[in-house]
Structure formats: C-alpha cells, structure tokens
C-alpha cells in the first residue's frame, strides 16, 4: 500500500477501504507517513467528505492507535463529557466538580484549543502547578481516590487524534463532520467511558455554524455511540456569542471559580445545567428533571462543588491559593476598555470575530508549536440583549502590548452590533440522543 495511492483516491472522492484508513493511521502515528502527506489527506477528506462506514472506521483505527483504557475497577458507570468546541466554554471546569461532587466519577481527557477554540487542557495549565500530564495509573488513582481527575491525551491514549487535530488546526481544516466526530468519538472510545454527554455547540464561535450541519455531527456521534455500545447524549447549544463573560486561560478559570460559588452567566448556568441533567440520567444517578435541578444547586450553594474543584487542583499539583483568592492569577500588563459609541440593544456579539481577536491576543495557537500567553484575554461588560448607553464600556481587552491591545479593541468593536430592540436568546436548542 502506498500513502500516494490513498491520497489520490481521496482527492477523486473515492471511499476509502478499511485497509487504506488502518495503513493510514499506522503509519502516520509512528511517523513513517510525514505531517505534509498527511494534511494532504486530511484536506482531501476535509474537501471531499467520507461515508459512514469510512467514518466508522477512521474512528476505530484512532482508538487503537494507542492503548484503550479499561475503568471497569473503578465503576461501569463512568459518565464522560466533550464539547465540539466554542469561545468562552469553561463549561467543564464548572460542570465536572458538580458531577463529581455529586459522588458521580468523573475521568476526563481534554483537549487544547483549536481553531479559534479554546481547551480546558490550556485553562487548567493557567492553575500554577496543575499538571495535566499524569501517566494512567496516576489518573485511575485519582478517580479512585477522590472521584475526578482531569487531564491531557497522554501520548497513548488516541495518539493518532493527537496528531492529526494539531495538524488540522494549523492547515485550516478543523470544521469537517467527519473529522470532529471520529476525533471525539476515538478518544471516548480510548478512555474508556461507558457514557458520554456531548455538547455540540452551533454558531459563529463554533466549528458547525448553521442547526442543519449540528445536528448531522450529533446525529453522526450517537451513531458511533451506540456502534461502540456507549450510552451517547447530544445537547446542541448556542455558540453565536461567546459563553459567559470571559474569554482567555486565566480569565475563564476565575470565572469558573466564581461560578461554582454560584456566580454564574445565564448562559453558562443554563448550558450547565443542562448537560449535568443529561449526565445524571445516564449515570443511572436521577432521572426526574426537577430533582436533578435540586441536587445540583444543592452542591453549589453548600460550596461541596468548589471544594471538590479545589481537591481537584491540590490532587494535580496546582497551587490551591490561587483558587482560593483568585486574585493571585497574573494580570496582562495592558488592560483597556472597549467603549460604545452609541446606544442601543446589543444584537450581535460575533463570537467568531472575538475568536479571532482572541487567537491575534495570544489566547491560542496559530502555528502547532506556538506557546500561549495564559494572562490575555477579554471581559465582556454587555452581551446580547444587553442595554448599553453611549460612552460605556462594552469590554475589557487584557493583552500583553499596545499594538495588540489596538488591533483587539477595534475588533471586538468590530463583533458589537447594536440596534433598537432587546433581543431574546435561546442558549439551549434541542436535545438529541
Ligand atoms: N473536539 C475534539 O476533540 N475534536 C475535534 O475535532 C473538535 C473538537
């Protein structure tokens, strides 16, 4: 078999055998193919799409392409959650101590960001000290131990995912169903959950920008789901304006501190709740909505869910101080306020404009190798539906230099657009399992 030949066929939109994708996989994960011959397969695929059986079985070659993790002496009902990805969603930080303070495992793998996406992997990494790095042993432990832990693909875990979502951020080929929905599903495959929860985001700050492509990614997940006899949830949620008020490594993890003191955006508590409620229901744990309801804001308002997120940090090697007085995160040396010129109603806070500003500030990477400024970033002072009076502030642009300052205050004035009625917003659109 030759890569040539694969290449080739894709580039025909010809489907690939089982045995071209496994050779694929292989080869690439030891490092035989190269990085250039595999973006140009990957933007074949990107081009020409993939068939169900193609996905399926790109998915399965990704899964084995390192170890599959077996949790089964720890419980058979570890409920595992993924996002497709937004701007601002520091959903797990906040989602994952409330399961797991409610005596539900949480064993969860992160990603780093993507595209214009941010990763959990890169928010924990701002908690001095956090590694996100532990062997399986280490993360078993944890799990056993104090019922969470949050990591990083480590190197044998779906290593092949691991390098082919790198190389796709950088090559511009990160919004394709086929490759976010064998890119997740191999990894839950690997880590062995026996349900998972997916919030597939859809909007301008999201990979699926339109309801129709969403609901083929949710739709194309389940499928896998239940092909690998994992219990499988979609939630498709909002990702036209950021979620919450923060965008940025540091930023997010003090807003997610603040949240589990119940502090939290409207849209984050209701993207929140929802996905725990999904998780409850399949962990077997509670399937009436409103008890659900209850026990959640009962381990927020006792503080049980930050306690368990500072257990987390402590267990990981992060710094709990910073938790506890997140002042002490690092502040980025320019902070300016993004001021209106008019008044009005916000409409629009383009979450994919703020994405951008965002990547250009430092948040995430442009180049596989580039390292990430964890104090950058932006607040939002008014979101949509907001009322805003001529002269007051929209946000607060956090960057590391007075020219990337400029550049990101004229582009989230850019992402605003006001006009003369309150718009209402819908965080939740449906619920596919
Ligand atoms: N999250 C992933 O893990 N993979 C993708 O491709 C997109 C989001």
């Not at 996002?83 to 959903?91: H, L, P, Y």
Request: glycine share 8%.
């Amino acid at each position: 078999m030759d890569i040539l030949d694969i290449i080739e066929n894709k580039k025909k939109a010809k489907e690939l055998s089982k045995e071209e994708i496994e050779y694929f996989i292989k080869k690439y994960t030891s490092g035989e193919i190269t990085d250039y011959q595999a973006a140009a397969l990957i933007m074949a695929i990107c081009i020409n799409g993939m068939t169900q059986s193609e996905i399926l079985n790109l998915t399965i070659s990704m899964a084995h392409s390192g170890d599959i993790l077996d949790l089964s002496d720890i419980s058979n009902n570890i409920v595992d959650k993924h996002s497709t990805g937004g701007v601002g969603d520091k959903v797990t930080l906040i989602l994952m101590p409330i399961i797991a303070s409610l005596g539900i495992p949480v064993a969860k793998m992160s990603g780093r960001g993507l595209g214009i996406t941010g990763g959990t992997a890169d928010k924990l990494e701002s908690i001095p000290g956090y590694n996100t790095n532990l062997s399986i042993e280490e993360f078993k432990n944890n799990v056993k131990e104090i019922g969470i832990s949050l990591m990083t693909q480590t190197l044998n875990l779906a290593p092949a995912d691991k390098k082919i979502y790198a190389l796709r951020d950088c090559i511009a080929c990160t919004n394709s169903i086929p490759l976010i929905a064998s890119s997740i599903m191999s990894k839950k495959i690997a880590s062995g959950a026996n349900s998972i929860v997916l919030d597939v985001t859809c909007g301008k700050g999201s990979f699926m920008r339109n309801k129709q492509d969403a609901r083929r990614l949710a739709k194309m997940m389940n499928l896998i789901g239940k092909w690998a006899k994992i219990k499988t949830s979609c939630v498709l949620t909002n990702m036209d304006e950021p979620l919450g008020y923060s965008v940025g490594n540091n930023l997010e993890v003090i807003e997610a501190i603040d949240a589990l003191k119940g502090n939290m955006a409207k849209d984050v508590k209701e993207v929140v709740m929802n996905l725990a409620i999904q998780i409850m229901n399949l962990a077997n744990f509670q399937s009436n909505t409103f008890e659900c309801k209850k026990r959640i804001l009962e381990v927020i308002e006792s503080g049980k869910a930050l306690e368990k997120f500072k257990e987390l940090v402590k267990k990981q090697g992060g710094d709990v101080s910073y938790i506890e007085n997140p002042e002490k995160f690092e502040k980025a040396p320019i902070i300016t306020p993004v001021i209106s010129e008019e008044s009005g109603y916000v409409e629009k806070l383009d979450a994919y404009k703020v994405g951008k500003a965002g990547l250009e500030l430092g948040i995430g990477r442009k180049e596989k190798e580039d390292s990430i400024d964890s104090r950058v970033g932006i607040i939002f002072n008014k979101k949509i539906g907001d009322k805003v009076k001529k002269d007051e502030v929209l946000a607060y642009v956090h960057a590391n230099s007075a020219e990337k300052s400029i550049e990101c205050v004229d582009a989230i004035k850019e992402a605003y657009k006001l006009g003369n009625k309150k718009i209402a917003k819908k965080n939740i659109i449906e619920i596919i399992n």
